[in-house]
């Protein structure tokens, strides 16, 4: 499906909300995909457009370089490789970046505890593993991500691939006792072994769809964080999530600028923020 045909649906679907310059709260009730990308895509990264600082200031949320964002971006087009690749994608999730050195030096760099030499552990906030577990992690996910483009290889990526692959990926996690990394980072990790097959899923951007879907505000929408019970708990939390993208975008397959315009609208705290 092309932008335009995105557009005709978001047209006749629901609304969301934005603030002006005057911190003022706005509703978009005709609006398209563009519309919604240039309202708050940019304030997704580190030091984005001037203009738009009134969109920086009340969601908060600029803290993501551009140089890691097109490497993951890069890593998402060729799915994952390598165990760099893996590393990359679990930093980028869990908080593992410095996005600010990584901006200024363009290249990717990490948060100190990233690689811990005297404790010899990969650290980051609720997410712990030691250093020889977690190269054998990043290792079986390779495994993963290379099975997956064998059972897709002929262009069609079935259910019953994309499910294999969450298997692979939760016996992963249990075989090398990985603290910390729940159902939202499996399924991050799921994301680029399918190649956006089987949609990103973030608190954030849940809360986005359901809003706009809903007609609410995001901070009215209710979250609770799903667990990692099965794989097929899981599977139900992606089905719920591609329901919403497939009802305002007409695909769960979505581009990733969509994404990121998600994820930011998600964190927003309209009510507390703007004059109502």
């Known amino acids: 499906?092309?932008?335009?045909?995105?557009?005709?649906?978001?047209?006749?679907?629901?609304?969301?909300?934005?603030?002006?310059?005057?911190?003022?709260?706005?509703?978009?009730?005709?609006?398209?995909v563009q519309r919604f990308i240039d309202d708050y895509e940019d304030s997704y990264y580190l030091h984005g457009d001037q203009e738009k600082a009134d969109t920086r200031s009340y969601v908060r949320v600029s803290v993501n370089s551009r140089i890691a964002e097109e490497r993951i971006d890069q890593i998402l087009k060729n799915r994952i490789r390598t165990q760099n690749d893996v590393d990359i994608v679990i930093a980028w999730k869990v908080g593992g970046?410095?996005?600010?050195?990584?901006?200024?030096?363009?290249?990717?760099?990490?948060?100190?505890?990233?690689?811990?030499?005297?404790?010899?552990?990969?650290?980051?906030?609720?997410?712990?593993?030691?250093?020889?577990n977690y190269c054998t992690f990043c290792n079986e996910i390779v495994k993963v991500a290379s099975a997956f483009r064998k059972q897709s290889s002929n262009g069609i990526v079935e259910d019953r691939a994309i499910k294999n692959a969450l298997s692979g990926i939760v016996t992963a996690m249990n075989r090398t006792s990985v603290t910390g990394f729940g159902c939202v980072y499996l399924l991050t990790i799921l994301y680029f072994v399918t190649g956006g097959y089987s949609p990103i899923f973030d608190r954030c951007a849940y809360k986005a769809v359901r809003a706009i879907y809903h007609e609410k505000k995001p901070e009215e929408i209710w979250y609770e964080q799903p667990s990692c019970k099965s794989v097929n708990y899981i599977l139900k939390v992606v089905h719920d999530y591609k329901w919403y993208l497939e009802q305002l975008f007409g695909t769960s397959h979505i581009d990733r600028e969509i994404d990121r315009a998600l994820w930011v609208y998600g964190h927003s705290s309209l009510t507390e923020m703007g004059q109502i």
């Open 1 to 32: 499906m092309g932008r335009e045909d995105e557009e005709s649906i978001w047209r006749s679907h629901v609304k969301y909300y934005t603030l002006d310059n005057q911190n003022q709260l706005n509703i978009v009730n005709e609006f398209t």
């Open 97 to 132: 970046i410095d996005h600010e050195n990584s901006q200024k030096n363009n290249r990717i760099e990490y948060i100190p505890s990233w690689n811990n030499q005297e404790t010899n552990k990969v650290e980051c906030g609720t997410f712990r593993c030691d250093r020889e």
